[in-house]
């Protein structure tokens, strides 16, 4: 099994990176065709609805396509198309978003991948933007197909091999497109040298960022700097700042680049080894030479008294070559003898302990000099209480590193096990480090546990904390590798499916659905919540505090309404309060309708909320307030409706802005009612909320799988959709390949989760491999291969308990399950293994986060879009 094993500290970048065509651009989001070209970007993603060839308005489209594209071509701007559903028919004759349980169409996105029919002739459109437009004629360089994720993994398979069948015979690729929009312009440099330095061969990247003069003017400057120019090297090895070197285009030595970024982790966050070291007003100075130092905007940058002082923060700036003869060999040579100052020296990374405190633990420390001269200075190391053995000086070579052990020659052992790590490195005139983590022993006791979800044979177990509330524990036996945690959860978590036996068709579409007239449907739903302290919610009429409570439209809708009923001899004034929240400047309508003589009375638009409005009126007689937004993914709301006498019933009144949730004394004399606290109307009126729903019916065609998912999927990690579960993992098959720093890496080779399994599909727990030596890694999405090998595993036990607010999960795993793991307890070389709690409702924990042995890495759990840490802390096995 090909793996890459992590090892602490900067790496050479190159072991392992796949090194990207020297030709290839920075690709940039959509703009006009005249833009790009006038701007000077060197690539841009261009998204192209796919319309059948057949269709009365392909020529039309097809032109405006061809001139789009020559204009490109012109500019000198390569183009990677990425291919969407359009208007090709599709099932249903329509989007096909997700269902709720009753079979009715809900609001938002959803699947509009065309009928397989039409693959033949979606073969035909992308083969003739292959042909017409590809490279060397044309300016597309790769073809990608995008927004078919809400089909099922086969019929996103068939269209995939229909692209590559379509650009056959052309110099046209077939790419994957991730998008990545950077925060921030003085960010893009470093970003962009990161991606480029590790980047994969399949993969386009495309940037965007915030519109602007300043964002255009950063990308072109990424694109004249780095564009087209291979990585070759970083310039410190292991030391700071991250200066990221890129050779010249068409060989020129002289037209090489370099992107220099002190604090890599305000840009990656969590990502290097070398996480924590203190910049105080950091700074690199370069001599003068024939070179240049240029900001994100590719603006010179000025000297200060014959020198660059460049700022080492989370800033990119470029630095190049003036391209006479040997300039940018100078600027390498200025680079590497530049000054840095304010920039702690020493690096630290510390392994736990192995064994027990009087079994002659020894403590790992790899340090590192940051620095690009060398340091010495005195050390001092100390672990809790006890006694430990440390050299008392440190000598490093310029971004040496050194590995100390420090034994344990003393001390107590503590019962929590935890023993706070000081590392401190005084230099003098290059100031002084310090280290602070708290450390373990990890040591994996030997006793035979019976799994009753008790934890009453733990006792003499190590335990291992995840931070307050959440401890593991670790032991084995002959027969068994047990794992066990104690988790605080006030809230007991269902289940979820028993996976064995999963039926993935009912993730999809049924033979029969319906959909909302959405003219009419009329849904309200409730969103009260516990007290607040926002003065843009409304006081609760005792005066107790405020709350925060709406009425808001359903997901299948787009509405709801309230009918009022108001004797036409005594008009009242009645004001909606509309509280501030997730809006769109498409608005919301305040609709009014007269229910009797079936006539609009009006229709007033609100298009922003600031910190809440009254939409006041003068009412009588029987009316429909209908509030109604235009799209999916805000909602209509209202939290409070207040009435006070009037004189005249003449309708639409204003818009009260300044008011907020003080409505004591301003409104509500003779009723109100405040959205999940009390209700009073006024003894004449009439309120109630209808309940509009018309449905039409839609059926699948015949003969046509259906593929259009009608629900979220629900995955064995316990993160889609997030469902109470432990996931287990280890890293135990080694290998040689050491990783690429910031890059992710394969580090778990075993990978479990233990679920517990809802009374609805029969109850009990079930021990779900998903991940062992040899198995292609996947998600175990309904309808995928992917992920081959995952399943229930024999002969497992497990044990989930909820009681007193706490959540208890015991396991037992059998050795014939982990032979690579049992290999190494034979043999008593220490395993690596993490644990990560899942919650329902709130963020996950794991055992390596923010420990300096690790650094975030996606492949170290099966969780999609949540952050993960290494498997990378190591546990020894008790003898005796």
Partial sequence: ????????????????????????????????????????????????????????????????????????????????????????????????????????????????????????????????????????????????????????????????????????????????????????????????????????????????????????????????????????????????????????????????????????????????????????????????????????????????????????????????????????????????????????????????????????????????????????????????????????????????????????????????????????????????????EVMRVNLIGRQTVKIDGKLGDWTEALPQSLGTGVTGWLAYDDTYLYVAAKIRDRIEDPGTLRFADRDDDTFFYPQVSHELDLSQALFKVDRIRKRSANPAHLWRPDGTGRIDGRWENSTKTQAFAIDLTIPDGKPRQVALYIPPGEFDAAGMDIELYDRKRQTSLGRERLETLGKGVYAVYRLAGKVRITLRVHDWHYRARLAGIFFDPADKASGFVGFDRETSGEWFDRYGAEGFYVVGAERIDPPDVSLRVPKVIKKERREWPEGVRRFSYRREPVLPSGDVPSFDNVQIAFNAVGVDTAPVELTDYACSDYEYALNKVSKRYGGGTEVWRLLAPGMKRGNFYPRDDAGLGQGAVDGAKLAIQYKDKTRISEAAIPWQEIPEVRALMEAGEPVKFSLRVNYSQVESRELARGRSASRLNEPAFHAIGQPHWANELEFGWQRD
């Fill in 1 to 436: 099994m090909q793996k890459i094993l992590f090892i602490a500290g900067m790496v050479a970048i190159l072991a392992n990176c796949v090194v990207v065509d020297a030709a290839e651009p920075i690709f940039v989001a959509e703009r006009p065709a005249e833009v790009a070209a006038t701007i000077g970007f060197g690539g841009m993603l261009v998204t192209v609805p796919y319309m059948p060839t057949t269709s009365a308005s392909y020529a039309d489209f097809n032109a405006e396509l061809h001139k789009a594209f020559t204009a490109l071509h012109e500019g000198g701007v390569a183009v990677v198309v990425e291919i969407v559903p359009g208007v090709a028919p599709q099932p249903l004759g329509r989007m096909r978003p997700y269902l709720d349980h009753k079979g009715i169409m809900q609001g938002g996105g959803g699947d509009q991948t065309w009928l397989p029919e039409f693959d033949d002739d979606f073969v035909a459109f992308t083969s003739a933007i292959a042909r017409e437009h590809g490279r060397p004629q044309g300016p597309v360089v790769a073809l990608a197909l995008g927004g078919v994720e809400r089909a099922d993994l086969p019929r996103r398979a068939e269209l995939a091999q229909r692209v590559a069948q379509a650009v056959e015979g052309t110099e046209v690729e077939v790419r994957r497109v991730e998008r990545q929009f950077v925060d921030a312009v003085a960010a893009l440099p470093v970003r962009v040298a990161l991606n480029r330095a590790v980047d994969s061969s399949d993969l386009v990247r495309v940037y965007d960022l915030d519109d602007g003069a300043d964002a255009d003017r950063a990308l072109a400057a990424v694109q004249r700097f780095v564009g087209g120019r291979d990585f070759s090297r970083l310039i410190f090895a292991h030391g700071v700042p991250w200066v990221f070197a890129f050779a010249g285009l068409a060989g020129d030595e002289e037209d090489g680049s370099l992107v220099l970024v002190g604090d890599m982790d305000a840009v990656a966050p969590g990502r290097t080894s070398s996480r924590g070291i203190t910049l105080d007003g950091a700074r690199m100075r370069v001599v003068a030479g024939p070179y240049r130092l240029y900001d994100a905007m590719g603006v010179a940058v000025p000297m200060t008294d014959g020198e660059w002082q460049v700022p080492l923060d989370g800033r990119g700036f470029y630095l190049r070559a003036d391209g006479t003869g040997g300039s940018f060999a100078a600027l390498v040579t200025a680079v590497r003898a530049a000054q840095i100052e304010g920039v702690e020296p020493l690096s630290v990374v510390a392994r736990d302990m192995t064994a027990a405190v009087d079994r002659g633990a020894v403590l790992k420390l790899m340090v590192g000099n940051v620095l690009n001269r060398p340091i010495e200075g005195v050390l001092k190391v100390e672990l809790g209480a006890l006694v430990v053995d440390a050299p008392a000086r440190l000598r490093l070579a310029p971004h040496e590193r050194q590995l100390i052990e420090v034994k344990v020659l003393g001390g107590e052992a503590v019962a929590e096990n935890i023993y706070p790590l000081r590392v401190e490195f005084d230099t003098g005139v290059d100031g002084v480090a310090v280290h602070e």
